[in-house]
Structure formats: structure tokens, C-alpha cells
């Protein structure tokens, strides 16, 4: 094989799949700008206290918390694409009103219809891309999304250090609104994806749509739940090393550095066996037991020596790592797969609370047990992830049971 067919097998596959690949690089590009700029200029253009501003970002993710369920399921009834566009439009509107906030009340207001209009326009990118990408190519399409997401936010970050160190407003009103065109971008890119015509309910549907579906709502639990890996590896890892062992304070950097190579270059191949419901039950499961082994490996760490502290730690980063790649390609196919063709927004919605409840549970949870209670609360977040892995089997064959038999498959 060539080189160029060689980079081409690299590449997500052409249509609607290439489509969503260019559309998450530009938005995490201009994503990851923002938020590492973001609250230096509230704090430092616009003027607000630090207290208003987290309050407002705290406010603005509750207000936010139900959009993806109400527009995943508006998206059902009238048409994704075009909401879609619409939410994207909106995005790109609402971000640039930043630059018009010069006081609390605009800035809450702005802020909470950001963020209802991005959650609700998660939703939508994800059922679209379960409606128009081929069933074989759906997991393999949104792992390289989140493989894309991760390079452009990334670069993002990287590039909003220049930002930072020129600390002029100009120079933040000109991160908002790029940000605000990769909104806009986006809304060209949707429209280069087919139309998705909307499937009415078949007779005989559950009353209740994914509300009642007590197997999926479990599920979606499940691996909000078991993201608490994520906090792990970025709020008590690092606090760990610092204040806890005496590794190289520059290990901290070396392991973030790990972990987004890991992420970037392993998450495609990490759906190799996400082909089904039961297998992705199966990367679920890893996930939890490669987590409470992550978790076992850090009280060692007070009682060896330093370098095989290191050692400990580092092994200790790529379970945490492999963990979150697992439980992402496994959440992909649970996700989609058991998502009614008529109502794919609605499920998506709802599985992107996974996300939140790992958002606002997570960091307090494992500073709770981690670092304020030290070596037995990393025993109990041991036992709290292995067990959680070892319910996604059976929590998704009660949810196989309720649905058509070839799904099992």
C-alpha cells in the first residue's frame, strides 16, 4: 500500500462522515479557544466579580441540563437537519452578543441561551449522524469525531495561550467572533448532510417514548456514572502528584500529555469490538475494572519508593485513559443502536445527560473520597467503578429483551 491510500484509510469515510469530521474540527478549534479565554475576559474586559461569573456558568449548565432531551425529541417531530441549522445559527448569535456584555444580567441571560442551544444542538449533531451515516460506519464515525474533538481543542488551547499573553480586548473579541463563524460554518456543513424526513411513531410504540424506557435510562446512568473516570485523571490525579507523593511535579504535564495522544490516535481502534450491543456491554464492563484497577494502583503510591511512585502513576494514566475509551465506544453503540429509528433525537438527548451528571457529580465525588479521605476512599472508588462495569451486561440484556431480537446479534 502507498502512502496516499494509507492516509486516505486514515480518513473517516466520504459523504455525510467526512462531513461531520471537517464540521467537529472547526467547532472544537474555535471551542477550545473560547473556553481557555473565556473567563479572563469576563473577569478582565467585561469587568464582572469572579463569584458572578461562576455563578453564571453554574446557572447557565443547569438551565441547559434538559435541552438535549426537548430538542433531540423536537428534532424527531419536525426534521434534525434543520434544527440543526437553526441551533447552530442561534450559537453563532449568541456568542457573539458576548462582546456586547458589560454587565451581569446580560451576561447570565446570553449565557444560559448559549448553553441551552449548544446541549440542544449536541442532540441533534448525534441523532444525525445515526440517521444518515450507513449502521456499519455510525460507532467507527463518532469515534473519530471525539478523535477530532480532542485534536482541535487541543490546538485550540494551544493557540489561546497567544491570547492570553496578549490580554487585549481586542484580542478576546476576535476569539468570539471566530468562534461565533465556526457556528456559522456550521450550519453550511449541515446542510451538506441529507435531510432526515421524520419517521412517525409505528403502532404499538411504548406510551412514554425514552422516558419510559426504564433498560436505556438505566444505562444512560450507568455510564454517567462510570465517566467519573475522567475526573479521576483530571482533578484528583494531579492534585495527588502534587501534594501527596514526591514525583516530579513536571509528571503532571507529562501525563496530560499522555493522555491526549492516547485519546487522539486509540479512540478509533477502540471500537474494534463495539460491533454490537453485547460487545459494547463487554467494553463497559472493561472500562469499570480498568478504572477500580487505576484506583487500587494510587494508595501504593505512599508507600514506595519515588520512582516506582512514578511508575504506579503512569500505569495508573493509561487505565484511567484506556477506561474512558472504552466507555465511550461502548456508550456510541448503546446510544444509537437502541434508539427507535423514529425517535433517535430523543434518545440522543437523553444519553447526552450522561455527560452532565458526570460533569456536576464527578470533580466533588472523587475530591470527596480521593483526596479528603485518602487511601480507604480509593478503595470504595475501586469497588464503585468494578461494580458499576459489572452491570452494563446485565443492564443490557434487560434492555435487549425489550426490544427486536436482532439487535442481540
Not at 466520504?14 to 478549534?29: E, H, K, M, W
Not at 444580567?105 to 441523532?127: D, K, M, T, Y
Not at 482541535?152 to 484580542?171: I, K, M, P, W
Not at 469490538?273 to 463497559?284: F, I, K, P, Q
Request: glycine share 10%.
Amino acid at each position: 500500500m502507498t502512502l496516499a491510500p494509507r492516509l486516505r484509510a486514515l480518513l473517516p469515510a466520504p459523504g455525510a462522515p467526512r462531513v461531520f469530521a471537517v464540521n467537529q474540527l472547526v467547532d472544537s478549534l474555535g471551542t477550545g479557544l473560547w473556553l481557555t479565554c473565556s473567563v479572563v475576559f469576563f473577569i478582565k474586559s467585561v469587568g464582572l466579580p469572579e463569584t458572578q461569573v461562576g455563578t453564571g456558568i453554574a446557572v447557565a449548565g443547569l438551565a441547559g441540563f434538559l435541552a438535549g432531551p426537548l430538542f433531540g425529541h423536537l428534532g424527531d417531530r419536525i426534521g434534525l437537519r434543520g434544527l440543526a441549522v437553526v441551533l447552530a445559527a442561534a450559537q453563532a448569535v449568541c456568542m457573539a452578543s458576548f462582546v456586547l456584555v458589560r454587565s451581569f444580567w446580560p451576561f447570565l441571560l446570553v449565557s444560559v441561551l448559549f448553553e441551552f442551544c449548544r446541549r440542544g444542538g449536541s442532540a441533534c449533531r448525534n441523532a444525525l449522524v445515526a440517521a444518515t451515516v450507513a449502521p456499519e460506519q455510525r460507532v467507527r464515525t463518532r469515534a473519530y469525531l471525539r478523535s477530532v474533538l480532542n485534536v482541535g481543542f487541543s490546538v485550540g488551547t494551544l493557540v489561546a495561550g497567544v491570547v492570553l499573553t496578549l490580554d487585549t480586548r481586542a484580542a478576546y473579541v476576535a476569539v468570539i467572533l471566530g468562534n461565533a463563524a465556526t457556528f456559522l460554518a456550521g450550519t453550511w456543513f449541515y446542510l451538506r448532510v441529507p435531510a432526515v424526513t421524520p419517521r412517525p411513531k409505528p403502532p404499538g410504540a411504548p406510551k412514554g417514548g425514552v422516558w419510559r424506557d426504564y433498560p436505556f435510562l438505566s444505562l444512560t446512568l450507568l455510564i454517567g456514572l462510570l465517566s467519573i473516570d475522567v475526573s479521576i485523571f483530571a482533578v484528583a490525579m494531579p492534585v495527588w502528584i502534587l501534594q501527596y507523593t514526591d514525583a516530579p511535579r513536571a509528571l503532571v504535564a507529562g501525563i496530560m500529555l499522555l493522555n491526549t495522544i492516547m485519546a487522539i490516535a486509540l479512540q478509533v481502534p477502540a471500537t474494534r469490538r463495539a460491533d454490537s450491543v453485547t460487545g459494547a456491554a463487554s467494553l463497559v464492563r472493561l472500562a469499570g475494572l480498568s478504572s477500580g484497577a487505576a484506583c487500587l494502583l494510587f494508595p501504593l503510591t505512599l508507600y514506595v519508593p519515588t520512582w516506582t511512585a512514578v511508575a504506579l502513576l503512569i500505569a495508573a494514566a493509561v487505565l484511567l485513559t484506556g477506561a474512558e475509551l472504552w466507555h465511550s465506544a461502548g456508550g456510541f453503540t448503546i446510544s444509537m443502536d437502541l434508539a427507535p429509528e423514529h425517535a433517535l433525537g430523543a434518545y440522543q438527548g437523553v444519553f447526552g445527560l450522561s455527560s452532565a451528571l458526570h460533569s456536576s457529580v464527578g470533580p466533588a465525588l472523587v475530591t470527596a473520597l480521593a483526596l479528603v479521605w485518602g487511601g480507604p476512599g480509593w478503595l470504595v472508588l475501586a469497588a464503585f467503578s468494578a461494580g458499576l462495569g459489572l452491570l452494563a451486561r446485565p443492564l443490557t440484556a434487560w434492555a435487549l429483551r425489550k426490544r427486536p431480537v436482532e439487535l442481540a446479534a
